[in-house]
């Protein structure tokens, strides 16, 4: 039986993920609640996954939400 490799996911705090979209901390959370970029929540952490993160970039700098 051949295994196959999952890639564990990579999780972002809202700081982490400002640095990686080079905005601020407040704009980020802003996506969140306005846009509905997606995050879990743990506890009273909030954290977003890498590629949901690309991902919203992606399709909302296309359609002009985002400049």
């Given at each position: ?6 890639e ?14 080079n ?45």
């Amino acid at each position: 039986m051949q295994r196959t490799s999952t890639e564990i996911p990579k999780f972002l705090t809202i700081l982490e993920a400002s640095y990686k979209a080079n905005v601020s901390y407040g704009t980020v959370r802003n996506w969140i609640k306005k846009y509905g970029l997606k995050n879990f929540k743990i506890g009273k952490n909030i954290r977003i996954k890498e590629s949901d993160l690309y991902e919203f970039l992606e399709s909302y700098t296309t359609r002009g939400y985002l400049k």
